[in-house]
């Protein structure tokens, strides 16, 4: 359990926030600044607190309200099963998708911030091609997690 929290805290929250906040950080100045200045700029740690503020109802959806189900409905080889968890993946990428949304446009010297919310059409296409296929989020992740944390 320890090993797990280590991993979700380092690995799932920072290394992944260190990656996405240098890749918003980029992409926001080169791209959605209203007016190239040296007076706007979005900061690398106003990113990574959003990406903070975005992971924090993703990490209370997947690794809290989802554990009251994961043994008895997520993993059962049933469609309630995989609907059920893979519905709570959707509702906690979406959730970050929309709170990021969210950061950025609270800056006023940013533009076109409405392309932060594009991640949705492929996140609800993957969401209905994986309950066509019967395909389990959560017993694909807790098998990679089992494996990385032995």
Not at 67 to 83: A, E, K, M, S
Request: with cysteine; charged share 10%.
């Amino acid at each position: 359990m320890i090993k797990l929290l280590l991993w979700v805290v380092f690995i799932d929250c920072v290394g992944v926030g260190l990656l996405i906040s240098t890749l918003m950080w980029f992409i926001s100045n080169k791209y959605l600044v209203k007016r190239k200045s040296r007076d706007y700029d979005v900061e690398w740690g106003y990113a990574f607190d959003v990406h903070l503020n975005a992971f924090y109802p993703l990490l209370v959806i997947l690794h809290f309200i989802q554990l009251f189900f994961i043994n008895h409905v997520i993993l059962t080889d049933t469609f309630i099963g995989y609907l059920v968890g893979n519905t709570l993946w959707l509702i906690a990428v979406g959730y970050y998708i929309y709170v990021t949304f969210l950061g950025y446009s609270a800056l006023p010297f940013l533009k076109n911030t409405v392309i932060l919310l594009y991640p949705f059409a492929p996140l609800i296409l993957l969401y209905g091609l994986s309950l066509a296929l019967g395909w389990n989020f959560t017993r694909t992740l807790c098998s990679f997690y089992k494996y990385r944390v032995k």
